[in-house]
C-alpha cells in the first residue's frame, strides 16, 4: 500500500485550485494544510503538494526528465472518464493525444490524459 507522494510545485495556489477540483471529484479531502502546502487524503493515502522554495524553480519540471512522469487514478467507469474529460475541457486543460484519446493507452485502454498545474501529466482511467 502506498503511504503518501509529496511533490513540490512551483505555485502553490495554482496547485490548490486545480488539485481542489480534481481529487475532490475522485472523493479525496483535504488531509492537512499549511503554509507551504497542503494534502488531500483517500482511504490510507495520500498526496501532498508543497511551494517550491525560490531557489529551486528555475530548474523547472518536466515529465521526461529523470523523476516523477506522471500521476494515474482510477476512474469509476468509462462513463465517468467521458464527464470528467468534458469538465476538464470546461476548464480550458490540455488534454494530451487527443488524436487517440480516449484510447490512447491502446484499445482495451479507457482514459483521458491532461497536464495538471507545471504541465505534469495527469491520467484518469476506466476499470
Known amino acids: 500500500m502506498l503511504h503518501h507522494i509529496e511533490i ?12 481542489d477540483w480534481f481529487l475532490s471529484e475522485l472523493n479525496y479531502e483535504v488531509y492537512q494544510k499549511w503554509d507551504s502546502g497542503i494534502s488531500w487524503k483517500f482511504e490510507n493515502t495520500y498526496l501532498v503538494f508543497v511551494q517550491t522554495h525560490e531557489k529551486f524553480l528555475k530548474a523547472g519540471y518536466h515529465r521526461s ?5 506522471h500521476l494515474a487514478f482510477y476512474a469509476e467507469s468509462r462513463e465517468h472518464v467521458d464527464k470528467m474529460t468534458e469538465k476538464l475541457k470546461e476548464r480550458n486543460l490540455t488534454i ?3 488524436d487517440r484519446h480516449p484510447f490512447a493507452g491502446g484499445p482495451d485502454y479507457y482514459a483521458v490524459f491532461f497536464e495538471g498545474p507545471d504541465r505534469m501529466k495527469v491520467e484518469l482511467a476506466a476499470p
Do not use: C, M, P, R
Open 8 to 19: 513540490n510545485v512551483s505555485d502553490l495556489n495554482k496547485a490548490i485550485e486545480f488539485w
Open 65 to 69: 526528465q529523470v523523476g516523477l512522469n
Open 96 to 98: 494530451l493525444y487527443q
